[in-house]
Each structure stands twice: as C-alpha cells, then as structure tokens.
C-alpha cells in the first residue's frame, strides 16, 4: 500500500462528489473504492477515471501532489532497484553530480579511478593543470611513462634537441661510463663548451637499452620539464600514468566537495553508471529530484501498478 498527501479538493470537485457525502458514505476508504462506490451510482465521470486521470500526466501530477518530494519518495520506494537504477538518465547532469554527494571521498575516487580515460582526465583538469600534476606525479610514474611502448622515440629524439646540452653529457656518462665526447675544456669564463650536435648524435646513436637508460637518468626536475613539453605536444600521452596515480593526488590535495564540483567534466552516461552504485534507499532520494511533468509520464508508461497501488491505498 502507497500512501500519499492527495489533492481531495481536485478529487472531489472533478467528479461532483460532495464532501459531506465522502465524510457520511465514503470515510476511510480509498480512491479506488470511492470511484467503484461513485461508478455503481451512475457517475460516468467516475467510470472513467483511469481515463480521466491515470493517462493525463498533468491531472496526475495535481491528484497525486508530484511536486513534493515526500510524495516523489513514496513512489520511488516501492520501485524495484534495477527500476531505479533504469530511472537515473531521467535526471538532469546537475542533479546527477548532485547525487555523488551520498557516496564517501574513498568510494568516489575508486569510482573515479574506474573511468574511462579521457572521462577521467577530463575531471583531474578540472583541478589541476598540466604544470601542476606533472609536478606533482610520482617519480616511479614519469620512469614508467618514458618506458612506454607507445611513446613515440622519434619524438623523444626531437625534444632532446632543445635539452641544455650539460644534461645530453650527463646522460651519456651515466650509461657509457666515461665522460661524454663533444665537450671541451673550461674556458677562461670557467665554463665547459659542449658541442650540442655531438651530444645529441652519441644519444641518437646508442643501443635501445642505453636510450631507455638515458632517459630515465635525465635529473628529476628537467625528467618532468621534458615530459611536460611531450604532454603538451601530444595531451593523450597523459594517458598513459596510472588512474590511481591521478587520484592519489586528488586524495592528497583535494576535499570531496572538489571532487564532488569537478564531476561536472564527467559525461552523464558515466555519473548514471556511478550512481548505479548507491544502494535502492539512496537512489530513490537521489531520483527525488525528477522533473513531475516526466515522472508522471514514466508512471503512466510503465508503472500501471503502482498507480493502481496509490489508488488502493
């Protein structure tokens, strides 16, 4: 049984039944019987109130009072969950973020986490820029980032080109051993000149192990400046850190109402597929903020049953 706050004036007004006949003949029962009761008497407008009401959204909105919240409740929590759960495109994106709010911070990054890719960069960036999360990216995660197989090697090769040419040396020494060719002694100025052209040709030149090497060896602060200028020259190369890297950082730096405010970069496919994780008491709060003009058509196209419940009631 389904018990709502009705509209007995639209009730009784639509159907010529007086009230001081609902309080002597009808006191306590249901529309359902008031309308049988009333139909058996020859009241033709009776007769047809499943016509009348139950196929008209806007008379179902009035009857059924479906702008309020707590009517919206009762319904939704006598839906099924895999209803529910079917209902969560209904809503409107804002209200769809809105909902994340029942989730706890750790419940929402590993729903995060389970994005797609670019759904998820699309969120991180909505906290962070470029500059800021490569800054802020493990070292363990930029070493893995230039050992990638997808990273292009002749990319790799156009940006060491524009690399202080004291680094090129160090990252040659740091494979061979030996001090890097291409550099010549300090001047009177006390500086050593390196012959950039031959730095870049020694690297260019070593086995793919030695390259590999070499380029885990740049120091940390130029490994990130060089990765940055990748990223920037290629944005889907962010791709390839690992999801959890993304939100250990927004765990370490971000409160959930950021992250809760930064869903909005989210596709609603995706939030529906979130919110598909609440339990059936907490999406049916959530599903609350349908508009009634399409809760009242979704009721009349699918949910004969619970109407006819409300009326029983």
Not at 52 to 77: C, H, M, R, W
């Amino acid at each position: 049984m389904i018990t709502l706050d009705t509209n007995n004036y639209m009730l009784l007004s639509m159907f010529n039944i007086s009230p001081k006949k609902v309080s002597d003949q009808y006191s306590g029962m249901s529309i359902e019987e008031i309308m049988k009761a009333e139909a058996a008497q020859g009241n033709t407008a009776a007769a047809n109130f499943d016509m009348t009401i139950l196929n008209d959204p806007v008379k179902l909105i009035e009857l059924f009072q479906l702008n309020d919240v707590g009517n919206k409740y009762a319904i939704l929590s006598n839906m099924s969950e895999r209803d529910l759960k079917d209902l969560l495109p209904t809503l409107d994106k804002a209200d769809l973020v809105a909902g994340l709010n029942f989730f706890t911070k750790d419940k929402l990054l590993d729903l995060v986490q389970s994005l797609p890719p670019e759904q998820l960069l699309k969120f991180v960036f909505e906290m962070f820029s470029p500059e800021q999360l490569i800054q802020l990216m493990p070292e363990q995660q930029l070493n893995k980032f230039l050992q990638s197989d997808k990273i292009d090697k002749g990319m790799e090769l156009e940006m060491l080109k524009s690399m202080n040419p004291q680094i090129l040396a160090q990252m040659i020494e740091s494979v061979t051993g030996k001090p890097a060719a291409g550099i010549q002694p300090a001047g009177l100025d006390g500086q050593a000149k390196a012959n950039a052209q031959s730095l870049y040709a020694q690297i260019e030149s070593l086995p793919e192990d030695k390259f590999q090497e070499a380029m885990l060896n740049i120091p940390p602060q130029h490994k990130r400046i060089f990765i940055l200028q990748m990223t920037q020259a290629d944005p889907k190369l962010f791709q390839l850190f690992d999801p959890s890297a993304y939100t250990d950082i927004v765990n370490s730096k971000k409160e959930k109402q950021d992250i809760v405010q930064a869903s909005n970069a989210i596709e609603p496919d995706q939030l529906v597929k979130m919110l598909g994780q609440l339990p059936a008491d907490l999406t049916a709060i959530v599903m609350t903020q349908i508009d009634p003009k399409q809760f009242a058509d979704v009721l009349i196209a699918n949910f004969k049953d619970i109407l006819g419940q409300i009326c029983a009631g």
